[in-house]
């Protein structure tokens, strides 16, 4: 145990006393809940006020984590000069041959960059960014399924637009099917010579298929279907 301690504190450059480094992150923490509350706040005001692009798992993680990450990071550079041009300095030569394909993965960079940087100054800051890291993905695991269990509704929106892996089913049919119509994972419905074809889409595999299950009822009024994973 201690030949990983002083191999950790090699690879470091800094000596690590965990019982400090709790200590530190604990005396933060009250800062950190408030960033996420009101995150929480802010997403549910655009929410009710008509603004579904929040409703994507991409948006409300970078809504949460990057006043998080922006706070260390200023807490970090507060009254260092040096430090502060040197951290302007380290963001402009950041460059993406690739383009971002969403805001979280923007907000995944910055965070790594911030973990560099709070380590060169305080390993106490690291310790904090990964505590509040591993807090936002559980209590965001939480929130979705608690949201879900209230309002029967998901709490994020499908988006082909950010990189996420999601599942597709296409229907074809003869006539409207009202399972179909007041489903929630409806896209898109389209309808041509008395011929309607539904885009139901889904992160969850499962959901389509128990979906697919529900309208075998149907089968008469179905052409065709193709479910993709």
Sequence with gaps: MLFEFSLLTLVLGQSINFAEALTFSASKSADILYLLLTSILIRFLLEISGQRWIKTFSQTATLIILPIVTYIITSVIAGNIALSLGMVGALSIVRFRNPVRSPFELSVHFAAITMGIATATDI????????????????????????????????????????????????????????????????????????????????????????LNEIDEFSDEIISYQLNE
């Design 124 to 211: 106490n800051w690291l310790i904090l960014i990964i505590f509040s890291m591993f807090f936002i993905a559980i209590f965001i695991k939480i929130y979705s399924k608690f949201y879900k269990y209230l309002s029967r509704n998901e709490l994020f929106n499908s988006s082909f637009t950010e990189g996420n892996t999601i599942s597709t089913l296409e229907i074809t049919t003869k006539k409207d099917i009202r399972i179909l119509d007041e489903s929630e994972l409806l896209k898109s419905k389209s309808s041509k010579n008395n011929i309607f074809n539904y885009l139901l889409a889904s992160g969850d595999f499962n959901l389509l298929k128990d979906k």
